[in-house]
């Protein structure tokens, strides 16, 4: 199975800083790399696909980028609404696997 | 406008059954695969099982094959996922989810709570 390994766990930040989370996979899954929004109680939301493809209704502050085994989300000018759990996932090979999450909260 | 409704959840003892249904609608179904993904409470996200568009291709995670069982009725816009042998760490909000062309996860129903407890 590929491991997904986030960092950090969790981030504290301030509404207009500049955000990156990293993931990392255990072996290559090439772009086959998506990110995905989680607020409490809510279900997730795609916000990239195929590493670096912003899904249509995502704010182009968020970014995505990487191949290979290091991707990294950027949100560029952190929103209110933007303070959630944020994971990765790979749907490279069965089975499909998520990180464990990044929580960004408020500074 | 794309929704996925599932249903099916509740408590029940380990070593039972239960079987969760999710009802689709705002698109094509049959063009689609789908999936389950479920999230135990306060953890993480963990991809469940996937069935291709006409149910003739299934994947599952290894801690599910052989007691869990992806299905869909396209004449019906409904997936299904028949889980059997039932485990505490079984517990878990599972949510059906549509994936475009085998890829990523683009659209989420709202969950529903299956809790395995005596």
Redesign the interface.
Known sequence: ?IQMTQSPSTLSASVGDRVTITCRASQSVVS?L?W?Q?KPGK????LI??ASRL?SGVPSRFSGSGSGTEFTLTISGLQPDDFATY?C?Q?SS????????TKVEIK | EVQLVESGGGLVQPGGSLRLSCAASGFTFSDYWMNWVRQAPGKGLEWVAITKQDGSVTYYVDSVKGRFTISRDNAKNSLYLQMNSLRAEDTAVYYCVRCPRGEHFDYWGQGTLVTVSS
Do not use: I
């Not at chain 1, 279900?43 to 795609?46: D, F, N, T, V, W």
């Open positions: 199975d086959w998506a995905y989680q279900a997730p939301k795609l696909y195929k899904e994971y996932q749907y069965y089975p499909w696997t998520f990180g464990q999450g």
